[in-house]
């Protein structure tokens, strides 16, 4: 049976949401505004009350030539005439459902594991909906929160059965989320055919701009999604050629960085900021983000020195970005060295996308759900991976997440989920010195914003500026001695590749980048 998922509205009767509305004048306001579907769910009203609404409900449906589903409630679809109903994992089975059921009712089903979803799929379930997608006051009694993470392994692998059916995600959604769910959760074999919404709509003041407004989110990709290109036959070749082009317009346009980064290496950052010819401004208060996010420039955040306040201002400032498509680079410093750390790791990766998550062996694991174990402070500890392992990291977190991923240590590996790079470049010296590292996600940001098309040549070409430069301070045999006197050193040969770019110079690249393409 084909349904149009795009836009799934559930309805909520909760004084607090419909504010003394009429639920029947707010789901047609809804309706005008371009709901494909409406699930009606009332868990405290008596039997009688809900078939004499569902019967409201699907008067004005039917004007609509849009199906009604009940949720749970066998019983009251059959008495009210709906479309079909939506059957949660504790509810009626399928089997049962479709014997009292019309023939051509439609049924779907809540899933929020592999299991459940493959199993409703054998059943018969004509859609599912996939959740819970993020934390949400309507729906407390939720498993789990699954994530867009949890929701593309599902999309993967009802894709790969024979039968096909329809799938939405819900759960917290909103406008301000809606793209990017869409975006990442879209899995290579199967994306999910729309959302379902609850109070976003229901709990709006104008239901139906508001539903207008989904639709026409719904059918756009987010301000922020730049599709990777394909990999080519001599990748390396092309991403060098293309290097020093690249630092030359980040030279030329002087980008803004907006960092969110720790206290301790934030003055060093700044002076590495300046050095490559960016223009830094470090500000951890989120709500300064929208009138930041207006120049165009990348933001930056470095979770370093966490504090009570650091993840709403995190998410502010991430969302502000988001919703003009700037840049986001995450450092999730010692992302497993505490539960508190855990747990910022999972609000940040719920709260927003980022175009660039950099971090140790240590901090890309956990941020990937596969932790190694605590952290011992913010280094990441002994190597459990080897390099091909590693690669593979990169990857697949770059992949799942529809992102680039930066994987640093003796050799970095850098991915956009197709393509994988690894970097040779560097020196000891950068991981003798607090805040190398750190900084190096501030030049990241800068070279995110002034080249978009390409990603990861973007975070290539400044990783390879930076590295380059450490190289030559270190070589300066006779100003450098150790760490201490380095640092001064290395300021001044990233200044150095800056000015040489400017002139449009580019001895400062030939023959000196350390990559290759790693083919998993």
């Known amino acids: 049976m084909s349904i149009n998922l795009s836009l799934y509205l559930v309805t909520d009767s909760t004084p607090a949401i419909l504010k003394g509305r009429d639920l029947c004048t707010v789901v047609e306001e809804a309706l005008k505004g371009g709901v494909s579907i409406v699930q009606y769910r009332d868990k405290t009203n008596d039997t009688g009350v809900l078939v004499e609404t569902a019967k409201k409900l699907h008067a004005i449906t039917q004007r609509y030539n849009v199906p009604l589903i009940i949720n749970d409630r066998v019983d009251v679809a059959i008495a009210s005439g709906a479309e079909g109903v939506h059957l949660g994992q504790d509810d009626m089975d399928i089997e049962a459902a479709k014997k009292l059921l019309p023939g051509n009712a439609i049924i779907g089903i809540s899933v929020s594991s592999v299991e459940e979803a493959r199993r409703a799929v054998e059943q018969g379930a004509d859609y599912l909906g996939i959740g819970t997608m993020f934390a949400t006051p309507t729906k407390t009694n939720t498993k789990n929160i699954i994530g867009t993470a949890g929701t593309k392994k599902i999309l993967e692998a009802i894709g790969d059965m024979d039968r096909k059916v329809g799938a939405v995600s819900i759960g917290g959604i909103n406008l301000s989320n809606v793209q990017r769910v869409i975006f990442q959760s879209q899995a290579s074999n199967k994306g999910l055919d729309g959302v379902a919404v609850v109070s976003a709509i229901m709990g709006a003041d104008d239901p139906k701009s508001a539903a ?37 317009e980040m030279v030329s346009a002087h980008p803004l960085v907006h960092s969110m980064i720790n206290f301790v290496v934030a003055n060093f950052a700044a002076n590495v900021a300046l050095a490559i010819g960016s223009s830094p401004i470090m500000s951890p208060y989120g709500d300064e983000a929208a009138d930041l996010a207006v120049h165009g420039g990348g933001l930056l955040i470095n979770m370093g020195t966490l504090n009570g306040e650091s993840v709403s201002n995190y998410l502010k400032a991430i969302q502000a970005y988001n919703a003009r498509g700037n840049p986001v680079v995450y450092d999730p410093v010692g992302a497993a060295a505490t539960e508190i750390r855990r747990a910022a790791v999972k609000q940040l990766m719920a709260g927003g996308y980022f175009d660039l998550i950099k971090g140790n062996e240590g901090e890309i694991r956990e941020v990937f759900g596969n932790s190694a174990g605590r952290q011992r402070g913010v280094d990441s500890g002994p190597s459990t991976l080897n390099n091909r392992e590693k690669a593979a990291l990169a990857r697949d977190l770059a992949r799942r997440e529809r992102n680039i991923v930066l994987l640093t240590g003796a050799v970095d590996y850098i991915s956009d989920g197709n393509r994988v790079i690894a970097i040779g470049n560097g020196h000891e010296f950068l991981g003798q010195v607090t805040g190398t590292g750190c900084a190096l996600g501030t030049v990241s940001g800068a070279f995110l914003t002034v080249h978009r098309t390409d990603k990861l040549l973007a975070v290539l070409s400044g990783v ?16 450098v001695r150790g760490p201490g006197s380095f640092v001064p050193a ?12 400017r002139k449009g110079d580019n001895s400062w690249f030939t023959g000196r980048a350390k990559i290759q393409e790693i083919h998993l």
């Open 464 to 479: 390879l500026m930076f590295e380059i430069a450490a190289e030559n301070a270190a070589a300066a045999e006779d100003r």
């Open 212 to 248: 207008q407004e989904f639709v026409k989110r719904i059918s756009t990709l987010p301000p922020f999604a730049v599709l990777p290109p394909a990999p080519r036959p001599n990748e390396v070749d092309a991403l060098l050629s293309e290097v020093p082009t690249v630092v030359q």
């Open 490 to 501: 290395f300021l001044d040969e990233l200044y150095a590749i800056r000015e040489a770019a």
